[in-house]
């Protein structure tokens, strides 16, 4: 069964901490993956992966793929508490189909 | 430019009414999608749309959920009969183009509780 797990399911940090969160997947004919933000509302859009090895970067977040291990890296480095969120990753694949992970929730401490 | 627009932010009903969920996409976008949240099942794709025409519907639960895009500024999820299971965050999202890579931007969400 395709699927898109998250890790970890939660992480607590104190302001100024780097963090990596971990987005695996197992799907067929794999498209794309997104990053998204969710606070207390609708999640906000990230970054869109498809190629391999290419890091995608605004301000102190960061993201690269790696379709050889079928997963993705979120990198947050000195953490506010404004990142405080779930952040979500969801995978395009067979053309038309678009599945989420479950999410991994930030909480960093001031 | 308003963004998505959900209504209604919040609905209570009891289990067995009808509910039913409305969208307005952003003007421009061609491209609508419905999503429920729920603590236990994360955020799962129901249905998409593009050009007011259903794509994939394979997310939709059951028989019980329904959705329609009459034209290209409105959309509904309806639900009928309700159950307490349907209780859940329920999103809106458009999007210019068909493509499901392109950036989407959600509405803020109807609540649902289903008593």
């Known amino acids: 069964e395709d699927k898109v797990v998250q890790s970890p399911l939660s992480l607590v940090v104190h302001e100024g901490d780097t963090v990596t969160l971990n987005c695996s997947y197992e799907v067929t004919n794999f498209r794309s993956l997104l990053w998204y933000k969710q606070e207390k509302k609708a999640p906000t859009f990230l970054f869109m992966l498809t190629s391999s090895g290419i890091e995608k970067k605004s301000g102190r977040l960061s993201s690269i793929l790696d379709k050889k291990e079928l997963s993705s890296i979120l990198n947050i480095t000195a953490t506010q508490t404004g990142d405080s969120a779930i952040y979500l990753c969801a995978v395009v694949y067979n053309f038309n189909k678009f599945y989420f992970g479950s999410g991994t929730k930030l909480n960093v401490k001031p | 430019d308003a963004g998505v627009i959900q209504s209604p932010r919040h609905e209570v009903t009891e289990m067995g009414q009808e509910v039913t969920l409305r969208c307005k996409p952003i003007?421009?976008?061609?491209?609508l999608f419905w999503y429920r949240q729920t603590m236990m099942r994360g955020l799962e794709l129901l249905i998409y749309?593009?050009?007011?025409?259903?794509?994939?519907d394979s997310g939709m639960p059951e028989d019980r959920f329904s959705a329609k895009m009459p034209n290209a500024s409105f959309s509904t999820l309806k639900i009928q009969p309700s159950e307490p299971r349907d209780s859940a965050v329920y999103f809106c999202a458009s999007t210019t183009t068909s493509l499901l890579t392109e950036t989407q931007y959600f509405g803020p969400g109807t609540r649902l509780l289903v008593l």
């Open positions: 749309f593009n050009n007011n025409v259903p794509i994939d």
């Open positions: 003007s421009g976008h061609n491209s």
